[in-house]
Each structure stands twice: as structure tokens, then as C-alpha cells.
Nanobody, 119 residues
Framework: QVQLVESGGGLVQAGGSLRLSCAAS????????MGWYRQAPGKQREMVAE???????NYVDSVKGRFTVSRDNAKKTLDLQMNSLRPEDTGVYYC?????????????WGQGTQVTVSS
């Protein structure tokens, strides 16, 4: 099993920055991809940024150039540096990991951390 715990969320003024961190524990050696997702009220949960098992990164268009996702395999953490924050970035941010401990791929989610950007 993989457990994920997010930290770093909070309230920030528009134009400011936050850095989210996700700490993974458990069968972390079996993780092959990690990412950040967010869900705003009335909207579907969307992928914000992810790192594949081979190191490729993907971002939703709305955060390109503003957010940077990074992974530290030694420390077993996934970070999301968020700059130039906008009110529309407000939402609950979830850490996600894809892993396999059996032949069936599994997904693990953190509890979520609230990010609120005030205007």
C-alpha cells in the first residue's frame, strides 16, 4: 500500500506563491507515476501536473509557465511550486500516485489540502 500526505496549502493573495508537498510512505518503491490534481466547487477533478515513471511532466494548460512539479525519489516527496496564483486556482489539491504491488495497477490519493487564492 501507498499512503500520501499533503502539506503546504493555505490562503494566499493573488499573484503570490505556494509550495505544496506530498510525502509518500509504504510501498513507495512500486510507484511509477505521481501527480497533483485539484477540484474546484462545481467542477470535475482535473490533473494539474504529473510526472510519469520515466520523468516526463504534464501540465494542464491553465498552469503552464506558473506551476512546476518535481519529485524527489530519495526523500519520497512530490512538490508543486505554484507561482503567480490566481483566484481560479482555488480548490482542493490532491496528491496522487500510481503503483503496482500486484499485477493490477493501483491508485493512491492523499486527503487533499485546501488552496485559496484571494483577489
Amino acid at each position: 500500500q501507498v499512503q500520501l500526505v499533503e502539506s503546504g496549502g493555505g490562503l494566499v493573495q493573488a499573484g503570490g506563491s505556494l509550495r505544496l508537498s506530498c510525502a509518500a510512505s509504504g510501498s513507495t518503491g512500486n510507484i511509477y507515476a505521481m501527480g497533483w490534481y485539484r477540484q474546484a466547487p462545481g467542477k470535475q477533478r482535473e490533473m494539474v501536473a504529473e510526472i510519469t515513471g520515466y520523468g516526463s511532466t504534464n501540465y494542464v494548460d491553465s498552469v503552464k509557465g506558473r506551476f512546476t512539479v518535481s519529485r524527489d525519489n530519495a526523500k519520497k516527496t512530490l512538490d508543486l511550486q505554484m507561482n503567480s496564483l490566481r483566484p481560479e486556482d482555488t480548490g482542493v489539491y490532491y496528491c496522487h500516485a500510481q503503483y503496482r504491488t500486484t499485477a493490477v495497477p493501483m491508485n493512491s490519493w492523499g486527503q487533499g489540502t485546501q488552496v485559496t487564492v484571494s483577489s
